[in-house]
């Protein structure tokens, strides 16, 4: 009999969750820590469904949690993290093999994950269950960069925001960049168009500003708007350390370069299985 067991997260407090991812991503290529506010907007922000998401259990102790997130037909693996002893040990592939076929009985179609490139050990278990890659995901960084703009951003509203990147946005963006996540964001953060681009920063007063979203119409798309966009978005909050997230798509990162971003080492796979 397998010494592996799932129980429902639900069954469990925020902060054991949260305390467990902590110590499943001990050792990992960015440093995580997450309290219970970080896991509530994740849950939030990212649909994560604590019903389907699970804790894995060897011998009795809890070894390892996986985040489920859920949207009509599909979830996605928005998290998963084995204690730094029981890894290279079989748990991550009985976790996935079990999560696939849990997703399969509810009538999920397909599954959505992202994986750091450099990750050997995830990229290859995510392929053995038969993950398949869609694109690579870069992320970018800038620290005070100069920009002389006289555009004039003008704020909008979030929500507005998320309904153009559903209308105008590529069907299949990663999970966080889509317009149903783009939606659950809430001030600080802000929204600004100039003419018909769009971006969503975290809160712009903090010396580090994430970009969360960057837009331009399809109709004014191959006009160079996303650059002076970006310059006057840098002019409008100088002295900034500004980072755009590695779940970008490769193609449409052309834009960061050109206002001068340096590429981060990490850089992620979006990978998809068909249920
Ligand atoms: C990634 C992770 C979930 C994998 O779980 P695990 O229990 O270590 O996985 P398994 O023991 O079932 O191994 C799965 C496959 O990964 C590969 N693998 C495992 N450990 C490895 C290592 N140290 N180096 C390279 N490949 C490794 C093997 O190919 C293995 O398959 P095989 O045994 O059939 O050859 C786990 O290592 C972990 O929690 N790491 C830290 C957090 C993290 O990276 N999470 C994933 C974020 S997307």
Same mark, same amino acid.
């Given at each position: 009999?397998?010494?592996?067991?799932?129980?429902?997260?639900?069954?469990?407090?925020?902060?054991?969750?949260?305390?467990?991812?902590?110590?499943?991503?001990?050792?990992?290529?960015?440093?995580?820590?997450?309290?219970?506010?970080?896991?509530?907007?994740?849950?939030?922000?990212?649909?994560?469904?604590?019903?389907?998401?699970?804790?894995?259990?060897?011998?009795?102790?809890?070894?390892?949690?996986?985040?489920?997130?859920?949207?009509?037909?599909?979830?996605?693996?928005?998290?998963?993290?084995?204690?730094?002893?029981?890894?290279?040990?079989?748990?991550?592939?009985?976790?996935?093999? &079990?999560? /696939? @076929?849990?997703?399969?009985?509810?009538?999920?179609?397909?599954?959505?994950?992202?994986?750091?490139?450099?990750?050997?050990?995830?990229?290859?278990?995510?392929?053995?269950?038969?993950?398949?890659?869609?694109?690579?995901?870069?992320?970018?960084?800038?620290?005070?960069?100069?920009?002389?703009?006289?555009?004039?951003?003008?704020?909008?509203?979030?929500? @507005?925001?998320?309904?153009?990147?559903?209308?105008?946005?590529?069907?299949?963006?990663?999970?966080?960049?889509?317009?149903?996540?783009?939606?659950?964001?809430?001030?600080?953060?802000?929204?600004?168009?100039? &003419?018909?681009?769009?971006?969503?920063?975290?809160?712009?007063?903090?010396?580090?500003?994430?970009?969360?979203? /960057?837009?331009?119409?399809?109709?004014?798309?191959?006009?160079?708007?996303?650059?002076?966009?970006?310059?006057?978005?840098?002019?409008?909050?100088?002295?900034?350390?500004?980072? /755009?997230?590695?779940?970008?798509?490769?193609?449409?990162?052309?834009?960061?370069?050109?206002?001068?971003?340096?590429?981060?080492?990490?850089?992620?796979?979006?990978?998809?299985?068909?249920?």
């Amino acid at each position: 009999m397998s010494l592996f067991f799932f129980r429902s997260a639900s069954e469990f407090s925020i902060s054991e969750i949260a305390d467990l991812l902590t110590r499943g991503f001990e050792g990992y290529f960015i440093p995580i820590f997450v309290d219970d506010t970080t896991l509530l907007t994740m849950m939030r922000r990212d649909g994560i469904d604590l019903t389907e998401s699970r804790l894995l259990f060897k011998d009795g102790e809890p070894i390892g949690v996986a985040l489920i997130a859920r949207r009509g037909w599909t979830s996605r693996l928005a998290a998963m993290g084995i204690v730094s002893h029981s890894r290279s040990n079989g748990a991550g592939t009985w976790a996935m093999q &079990h999560l /696939v @076929e849990e997703a399969r009985m509810r009538g999920d179609r397909e599954m959505l994950l992202e994986v750091i490139e450099q990750n050997t050990a995830g990229v290859k278990l995510y392929q053995k269950v038969g993950f398949k890659i869609v694109r690579r995901l870069l992320g970018y960084k800038i620290e005070n960069p100069s920009a002389d703009s006289k555009d004039e951003l003008q704020e909008v509203d979030i929500r @507005e925001l998320a309904r153009l990147v559903t209308y105008h946005g590529l069907k299949d963006l990663p999970w966080q960049l889509s317009g149903a996540s783009i939606v659950q964001h809430t001030p600080p953060a802000r929204a600004f168009r100039l &003419h018909d681009a769009y971006c969503l920063i975290s809160n712009p007063e903090a010396e580090h500003v994430s970009i969360a979203s /960057v837009l331009v119409k399809t109709s004014s798309r191959g006009a160079g708007l996303s650059p002076v966009l970006m310059r006057a978005l840098f002019a409008r909050f100088p002295n900034k350390t500004w980072h /755009v997230p590695a779940i970008y798509p490769e193609e449409i990162c052309a834009v960061f370069d050109e206002v001068g971003m340096r590429r981060e080492d990490i850089s992620q796979w979006q990978m998809a299985l068909t249920l």
